[in-house]
Nanobody
Framework: QVQLVESGGGLVQPGRSLTLSCAAS????????MNWYRQTPGKERELVAT????????NYADSVKGRFTISRDNANNTVYLQMNSLKPEDTAVYSC???????????????WGQGTQVTVSS
């Protein structure tokens, strides 16, 4: 079955860096775009970054543009989120996501990891 497992979260001081990883299994990873989202209590889930199947095309939320970098390793079925110059407002649960066709190819299904907490605080 499809599994997405995030790692790399933690407590970090403002201005420092952190790299998140998401290990994927159960589907042909290189065929599908991947996304990173984040969510804080009381707020809507925010799309942080997306990456195309080959990694050539990426997009970012305005709030992280120039500070975060999404990348992928198709040989190892892993997507990364490099986060630099972290701010307290980056504090959230970060989750990776992909959208796959159902087994009958009649609809699109969202898959999520369990999430990893990132806390930016001095």
């Amino acid at each position: 079955q499809v599994q997405l497992v995030e790692s790399g979260g933690g407590l970090v001081q403002p201005g420092r860096s952190l790299t998140l990883s998401c290990a994927a299994s159960g589907f042909t990873f290189s065929w599908y775009p991947m996304n990173w989202y984040r969510q804080t209590p009381g707020k809507e889930r925010e799309l942080v970054a997306t990456i195309s199947t080959t990694g050539v095309s990426t997009n970012y939320a305005d709030s992280v543009k120039g500070r975060f970098t999404i990348s992928r390793d198709n040989a190892n079925n892993t997507v990364y989120l490099q986060m630099n110059s972290l701010k307290p407002e980056d504090t959230a649960v970060y989750s990776c996501n992909t959208r796959l066709p159902s087994s009958t190819w009649t609809r699109i299904v969202d898959y999520w990891g369990q999430g990893t907490q990132v806390t930016v605080s001095s």
